[in-house]
């Protein structure tokens, strides 16, 4: 059975920073492209970020510059290293798993783990 575990959220202030994991187990981690994505209050969930199995990565446009995702196989962890937080930040965020890098649907999801930024 596949599990995915978010960790590292919490309150931060504008401008602030905050790192989160993402541990794996019961997949094939190495071959799997992972991904975060968010839902904010009364919204629909939204695309993050990305990784694919070789590294390359994705991001959304209102990210880039302030986040990295990145992977360790070794630990079967993806992280979200999100920099220069905004209020509109302000989400749960959720780790996903795919075997197929190729059609957009993700096969495993995580509980998600709740960010807020203050202004």
């Known amino acids: 059975q596949v599990h995915l575990v978010e960790s590292g959220g919490g309150l931060v202030q504008a401008g602030g920073s905050l790192r989160l994991s993402c541990a794996a187990s019961?997949?094939?981690?190495?071959?799997?492209?992972m991904g975060w994505f968010r839902q904010a209050p009364g919204k629909e969930r939204e695309f993050v970020a990305a990784?694919?199995?070789?590294?390359?990565?994705d991001y959304a446009d209102s990210v880039k510059g302030r986040f990295t995702i990145s992977r360790d196989n070794a630990k079967n962890t993806v992280y979200l290293q999100m920099n220069s937080l905004k209020p509109e930040d302000t989400a749960v965020y959720y780790c996903?798993?795919?075997?197929?890098?190729?059609?957009?649907?993700?096969?495993?999801w995580g509980q998600g783990t709740q960010v807020t930024v203050s202004s």
């Open positions: 990784i694919s199995r070789s590294a390359n990565t």
């Open positions: 019961g997949l094939t981690f190495s071959r799997s492209a």
């Open positions: 996903a798993a795919k075997y197929n890098a190729v059609l957009p649907k993700y096969d495993y």
